[in-house]
């Protein structure tokens, strides 16, 4: 019994997806469901409380089976044959009659007189060729059918003894394993071929030793009587690092003078490992190599000569005061230029500079900031003093160079700091005034001169 998805108990059956129709079994159970859902599918089968197999397809017959044997062994008698029915629907051959076949038949077992048992054949070998144990068989055969139930009384199989007089050959056993001999050596080396340490044991063929005086003898032991294995707990052995090959030394690095030459070599055949010692020595050599030609040597400038002194252009008198400005000049040479090397850059052999000489002038001035006090000195009593100082710092703003490129910056001869007790002084020297004509008359002169340069 079964539930339904609406909570129907139902009578169910146990529900196979292959029905055999010629031993009409069931094949390929799928589980237990109402009969109705069950032969849904024509080819299935069912088995309702564990009986016969049923066929949920239409009705069909199974082949009819083999004859049986005739019912009598002597005279007249019958045998039969039958066949089944499977599937659902009415038809005649649901009658039992219908599905059973029956023929007369004369047994057999009547025709003269039982023949018995045939002679004895000959004795088997014997199964065993050595030593005691063995045994030999022969055999009879009764003439008549077995369904005849003849005279035939007794074995058809007899068995003896057969003692064979020869002792066994006996086979070789080996004996146990000894103990690993030592290693035939205590590193791996690598340096041409990997060579590996072994180890070896043995073993000997006496338990039992072949027997030698037997026909035939005793088989020796099977396989080696010895077993070799690499020493895999040893550790590499030290390669110590040797020279390669010098190279060729290269080709001289300069195309004048004197060069070196460089060969080379490494440390690879073999290189060091495991532990090994580097190579000893040099890994470079040199060589001298001289190409007999002079080296170009650039010609450098000298240092400039000390500027001349601050001169009218013409005529070299001295110039005094402001507003007047004078000239300077300064030379170098390009020294040291050989075998046609390279020329001085630049073209420029003299320096010229616009100059001022202040000496005897008034200048304004301005104070620049007061210095930190000095020490008390003498460090005590009562007539120690202290002191500090300030610089008047000249204004040369009216001294203007001329702007040509090619001169360098004006030249003020005046010393470089000037003291003073005011903010503002002026130099307490000035020009004579029996020079001042002779100044402005050169002044204008100058002045056209530079115009027309």
């Keep these: ?51 016969t197999c049923k066929y949920c397809g239409p009705l069909v017959l199974s082949p009819w089976s083999r004859w049986s044997d005739c019912n009598v062994l002597c005279g007249d008698g019958v045998t039969l044959r039958h066949r089944k029915y499977f599937g659902i629907g009415n038809s005649e051959h649901r009658n039992p009659e219908a599905n059973l076949e029956i023929r007369p038949c004369t047994g057999t077992c009547c025709n003269g007189t039982p023949k018995g048992w045939s002679q004895w054949l000959a004795w088997s070998t014997c199964s065993v060729s050595c030593g005691g144990g063995g045994v030999r068989k022969r055999r009879r055969v009764c003439s008549d059918p077995p369904e005849c139930h003849a005279a035939c009384s007794g074995d058809s199989d007899e068995t003896e003894a057969c003692p064979t007089h020869m002792p066994c050959p006996v086979h070789g056993g080996w004996s146990g394993w000894s103990n690993w001999l030592p290693c035939s050596g205590s590193c791996i080396s690598s340096m041409h071929d990997i060579i590996i340490p072994t180890k070896k044991r043995s073993r000997y063929c006496s338990n039992p030793a072949p027997s030698n005086d037997t026909v035939p003898p005793g088989n020796r032991c099977p396989g080696d009587n010895f077993q070799v294995e690499h020493c895999s707990e040893v550790p590499n052995c030290p390669v110590n690092g040797d020279w390669g090959s010098w190279s060729p030394f290269s080709s001289c690095p300069v195309t004048c003078g004197v060069g070196l030459q460089v060969s080379t070599r490494k440390c690879d055949s073999p290189a ?182």
């Design 1 to 51: 019994w079964c539930w339904l998805l609406w909570s129907v108990l139902v009578k169910c059956v146990r529900c196979f997806a292959r029905f055999d129709q010629v031993l009409g079994e069931c094949n390929d159970e799928l589980g237990d469901v109402d009969e109705d859902d069950c032969c849904q599918n024509p080819r299935y089968g069912y088995q309702d409380n564990n009986d």
């Design 272 to 453: 060091p490992n495991h532990g090994g010692q580097p190579c000893q020595g040099a890994t470079r050599q040199t060589n001298v190599c001289k190409t007999k030609v002079h080296c170009p040597v650039d010609g450098m400038w000298s240092e400039w000569s000390s500027w001349t002194p601050c001169k009218f252009p013409f005529g070299g008198r001295v110039i005094h005061c402001k507003h007047l400005g004078g000239s300077q000049t300064r030379e170098r040479q390009c020294i040291h230029r050989a075998h046609n090397g390279s020329i001085c850059s630049g073209d420029s052999l003299t320096q010229r500079r616009v100059c001022y000489d202040v000496n005897l002038c008034y200048l304004k001035g301005t104070w620049e900031g007061w210095e930190p006090w000095s020490l008390c000195n003498p460090s005590c009593g009562e007539t120690s003093s202290r002191s500090r100082r300030r610089y008047c710092k000249p204004d040369y703003s009216e001294y203007n160079c001329f702007r040509d490129p090619n001169q360098s910056h004006a030249e003020v001869n005046v010393p470089a700091n000037q003291r003073g007790v005011g903010q503002v002084r002026y130099c307490t020297v000035s020009l004579p005034i029996r020079t001042f004509a002779l100044v402005l008359l050169v002044l204008i002169v100058w002045s056209w001169i530079w115009f027309f340069l």
